[in-house]
């Protein structure tokens, strides 16, 4: 990212000759792949992250959230160690994707070639070379040096990646990234039965992640998901650390959103008041 810092000018003229090529990309592509590119029904294109992958990847502002999220919990842990000197059962559980590793350039990548989400997934889990998110390596070795236990758990699949993920964290520094810490998916998407399976041994006192389904039981339903994390409200930034993301998440399905029609009825619902 050295290129980024030569000059205001030059960085913003190369992040927008970027922009438009990333655009560029996903739309011409459609031409050739997707017929139906031209029909409402039509799946959401992949443009439409365009921003959110950026976002991600350059803004200094997603790093300075990142930053204030792991500030923000190394003050809780630090407080709770001090509230507890003798308990020494106590555990960190963090997701791995978009919440410890950045996989933006997996994202770019799919706006580049407009193909769908799954369709490369191991191949780029398996180059092991997605960067920490800022902060991350740190907070966990904060954590680690307090006497707190650090548990991995993702979705990635066992069957799969398991190997290349275990290296991933490793070779970027992450405290206790050992067969022991690293928990995979199985079967299930829901990750409540390893969060269980650590509580066997240890109390869970902080979850982080970027997906509601981080840290409690998720639902695709759209106001059952509104209504718990209103519920949970003083939880947040205290136990439970959200990371952001909006490339990609439950949040996507609990909203319908399937197609373009779909974006199209909430950006509708989202103008009313210009309609009055």
């Known amino acids: 990212m050295k290129k980024l810092t030569k000059s205001r000018s030059a960085g913003s003229a190369s992040l927008t000759i970027l922009i438009f090529l990333l655009l560029f990309a996903g739309c011409s592509s459609r031409v050739k792949t997707d017929k139906s590119s031209t029909d409402g029904n039509a799946a959401i294109p992949n443009e439409f992250f365009v921003y959110a ?76 070379a997605a960067r920490p998110v800022p902060g991350a390596v740190e907070f966990l070795n904060f954590a680690d040096s307090l006497g707190f236990e650090v548990f991995y758990i ?36 829901s990750k409540e039965s390893r969060r269980i399976k650590v509580e066997e041994n240890y109390q869970i006192v902080m979850l982080v992640g970027d997906n509601i389904g981080d840290f409690y039981e998720d639902t695709e339903d759209y106001q059952q998901r509104d209504s718990l994390v209103s519920a949970k409200r003083m939880q947040f930034g205290r136990k439970m650390i959200v990371l952001p993301n909006a490339m990609y998440g439950n949040w996507i399905e609990s909203l319908g959103l399937q197609s373009k029609n779909d974006v199209d009825s909430l950006i509708n619902i989202m103008t009313l008041p210009f309609k009055k």
Request: aromatic share 12%; with cysteine; proline share 3%.
């Open 154 to 189: 993702t979705n990635r699949k066992l069957k799969n990646v398991y190997a290349s993920t275990l290296k991933n964290l490793q070779d970027v520094g992450f405290p206790m990234a050992d067969t022991l810490h690293l928990l995979l998916r199985e079967s299930a998407n």
């Open 53 to 128: 992958a950026i976002y991600n990847y350059f803004s200094a502002e997603y790093k300075a959230l990142a930053y204030q999220a792991f500030n923000g919990a190394s003050d809780y842990l630090e407080l709770l160690k001090i509230k507890n000197p003798g308990i020494k059962d106590m555990a960190v559980v963090v997701d791995i994707d978009e919440t410890i590793l950045d996989n933006s350039p997996y994202q770019a990548r799919l706006i580049e070639l407009n193909t769908s989400y799954y369709s490369l997934w191991n191949d780029w889990c398996n180059l092991a």
